[in-house]
C-alpha cells in the first residue's frame, strides 16, 4: 500500500479553538526516520486516539509533543507556544499545562504515594499550603478510588493501581491536555475497562483535551472523538470509530476486527 | 603476475592510515561524554533553584549510611598495618616508632585511597544503578514532564554530597584506624590511648593532612559524577540498570588510583 500524508485541513474561524497544531513534524533516530511528516490538529475538549502498529512513532509523536524528544523537522504548536523553538523555562510552563500519563505510570519508586502527589504539586504551586496540599492529594485520590493507598508504596500497588496513581499525579496540576501512552497495556480486561473510563470521566470532568496512544479498541471505542491511525510514520487515516470501522481501506478495517 | 606484484607494492594513502581501535574510541567518547556532563554540573550547581532538602537527604545517605563500613574497615586497615609492620620494625629495635609510621601511612595514603575504593564500591554502584533504574522506568522523564530539573534534583545533589562527604569519611577512617593500630600495639606491648596518640600525632604535620584531605576532595567529586553519569545515561531495558551499576564502580576505582598517581607526584614537587 502507497502510503501518503494526508492533506493538513484547518479550518481559519477554528484556529482558535486548537490545543495543538503539527505541521510537517520528521523526526530520525540515527538514520531511522520515524515521523516523516506528521499534521495534526487537537481542539480543546476533544479526545483523540492514535492508532498504529508497534514501531510506527506513536510514542515518539507524544514525546516530541511535551519535548522529551526534540524535532528534526516541522512545527509543534501547543497552547498557541511553538514547543520546538521556546527555551527550556517557557517549554516548563507548557509542560505545567499538560499531563502525560506513562506506559509504566513511572511513580518515583522511592516515595510513597503521598509524596508521588505533593512532589510535583509543591514544586508547581509555591502559594498552597501544606494543608491545602494534603486536601488536594486526598481529593485527587478520592477521584480515581484509591484514597486508602495514600501512604502505600509504589511497590505494594498492583499494576491497575499504578495507573491510577500516575493519573491522580498527573491530573493533581490541573491540565488542559492530556497525552496518554498506552494507558491499557498489560492490565486485564475489566481494569481496562476501568481506567478507560477514567480517562472519558476526566475529560468531562476538567474539559481537558487528550492524546490516547492505545492498541486496546476498547479502549478506543469508549474514548475515542476522533482517531487518527499512523503507518511508516505519517497519518493515512482519520476518523471517527464508526467511519473509521466501515472504511472502504482493508487495512484499516483490520484494526477493528 | 602483475596483480600479484600489485598485491606486494604498499597499499594506497588510505590504506596505510592507522585505524584507531573501536576499544580507545570508545574510551575517548566517554571521557568526552563524562566531560560534558562535569560542566552541566558545575553550570547547574550555581543557578537557582537550590535543592538543599535533596541535598542532606543524599549526604544522610551517603554519608551517615556509610559509618559502619568505613568504621570496620578502617579499624581492620590501622590493626592489619600495625601487626604486619611490627616485626621489621622490632629486628631495628625502632618498635617506639611504630605509631608514628602507622599514623603516617593511614592518613597519607592508606585512608584516602581504601576508603575512597570501599566508597566506589558503595555509594559508586548505588549512585549508577538507582539512576539507572529512574531513566529506564521512565521516572527521570516523569521528573522532566513535571517542570522539575532532574539533573539539579538528582544529579547535582548526589555529586555534591559525594564531594563533601568522601572527605569526612576519610578523616573518620584515619580516626578508627589509628584506634585499630593502638588495638593492635597493645596486643604485645602496653601503651596507654594517650601516649599511643601523643606518639603517633608528634609524627604528623599540617602538610599530611592537608593534601590527602584535598585528594578525598577529588575522589568523592569523581565518584558522585561517574555514578551519576552511568546511571543518567543508561539505554532502555533492565540489562543496562547492572551495566551501569558495574561501570561506575571500574571507572571510579580506577579514577581513584590515577587522581592518587597524579597526587603524589604534585605533593612531590611541593
Known amino acids: 500500500m502507497q502510503v501518503q500524508a494526508l492533506p493538513i485541513t484547518i479550518n481559519k474561524n477554528d484556529t482558535a479553538k486548537n490545543v495543538i497544531q503539527i505541521k510537517g513534524l520528521h523526526k530520525k533516530f540515527g538514520e531511522h526516520e520515524v515521523l516523516k511528516g506528521i499534521n495534526l490538529t487537537i481542539k480543546k475538549g476533544e479526545n483523540v486516539v492514535v492508532l498504529g502498529k508497534s514501531g510506527t512513532g506513536k510514542s515518539v509523536l507524544i514525546k516530541c509533543i511535551i519535548g522529551l524528544e526534540t524535532i528534526d523537522e516541522g512545527e509543534i504548536m501547543v497552547l498557541d507556544q511553538n514547543i520546538s523553538s521556546i527555551s527550556g523555562k517557557e517549554l516548563n510552563k507548557v509542560r505545567i499545562k499538560m499531563g502525560f500519563l506513562f506506559q509504566s505510570a513511572a511513580l518515583y519508586d522511592s516515595m510513597t504515594v503521598r509524596q508521588n502527589l505533593d512532589f510535583p504539586l509543591q514544586r508547581s504551586s509555591k502559594h498552597l499550603s501544606a494543608k491545602e496540599r494534603e486536601d488536594m492529594i486526598i481529593e485527587e485520590l478520592h477521584d480515581v478510588g484509591l484514597s486508602d493507598a495514600i501512604d502505600k508504596m509504589p511497590s505494594e500497588l498492583s499494576g491497575g493501581m499504578r495507573k491510577r496513581i500516575g493519573l491522580a499525579r498527573t491530573l493533581i496540576l490541573k491540565p488542559e491536555i492530556m497525552l496518554y501512552d498506552e494507558p491499557t497495556t498489560g492490565l486485564d480486561t475489566i481494569t481496562s475497562k476501568e481506567i478507560s473510563e477514567l480517562i472519558l470521566a476526566v475529560q468531562q470532568k476538567n474539559k481537558t483535551s487528550s492524546i490516547i496512544i492505545t492498541h486496546d479498541m476498547a479502549c478506543a471505542k469508549l474514548t475515542a472523538d476522533r482517531i487518527v491511525i499512523l503507518k511508516d510514520g505519517v497519518v493515512v487515516a482519520e476518523g471517527t470509530y464508526e467511519a473509521l470501522e466501515n472504511s472502504q481501506d482493508e487495512w484499516v478495517r483490520s484494526f477493528f476486527n | ?270
Not at chain 2, 556532563?37 to 537550590?50: S, V
Not at chain 2, 593492635?184 to 608528634?202: D, E, M, P, W, Y
Request: glycine share 8%; charged share 15%.
Open chain 2, 1 to 270: 603476475m602483475k596483480s600479484a606484484i600489485q598485491e606486494l607494492s604498499l597499499p594506497d594513502k588510505e590504506t596505510r592510515a592507522i585505524r584507531m581501535p573501536d576499544y580507545l574510541k570508545e574510551a575517548f567518547t566517554n571521557v568526552g561524554q563524562i566531560t560534558q556532563f562535569a560542566f552541566r554540573f558545575f553550570k547547574e550547581l550555581f543557578l537557582p533553584r537550590y535543592e538543599f532538602k535533596a541535598f542532606t537527604e543524599q549526604c544522610y545517605k551517603i554519608g551517615y549510611k556509610s559509618l559502619p563500613l568505613v568504621a570496620i574497615t578502617g579499624f581492620i586497615m590501622g590493626l592489619v598495618l600495625t601487626l604486619q609492620a611490627r616485626p621489621t620494625l622490632a629486628e631495628f629495635g625502632a618498635e617506639s616508632w611504630l605509631p608514628g609510621m602507622v599514623a603516617l601511612s593511614l592518613i597519607r595514603e592508606i585512608a584516602p585511597v581504601v576508603t575512597a575504593l570501599i566508597c566506589a564500591g558503595k555509594i559508586g554502584s548505588g549512585i549508577g544503578a538507582e539512576l539507572g533504574s529512574m531513566k529506564v522506568t521512565e521516572q527521570i522523564d516523569a521528573m522532566e514532564v513535571s517542570a522539575i530539573n532532574p539533573f539539579k534534583y538528582l544529579v547535582v545533589t548526589r555529586i555534591l554530597a559525594t564531594t563533601l562527604m568522601i572527605p569526612l569519611l576519610v578523616l573518620f577512617a584515619d580516626g578508627v584506624g589509628l584506634f585499630g593500630a593502638f588495638v593492635g600495639v597493645n596486643i604485645h606491648n602496653h601503651v596507654t590511648l594517650i601516649r599511643f596518640f601523643h606518639q603517633a600525632i608528634s609524627k604528623i604535620d599540617f602538610i599530611d593532612i592537608i593534601p590527602a584531605t584535598i585528594k578525598s576532595v577529588f575522589f568523592g567529586f569523581f565518584i558522585g559524577l561517574i555514578g551519576c553519569y552511568n546511571g543518567y545515561t543508561a539505554e532502555n531495558g533492565t540489562e543496562s540498570v547492572g551495566k551501569a551499576a558495574n561501570t561506575a564502580v571500574v571507572m571510579a576505582s580506577l579514577t581513584i588510583f590515577i587522581i592518587d598517581m597524579l597526587a603524589v607526584q604534585i605533593i612531590d614537587l611541593l
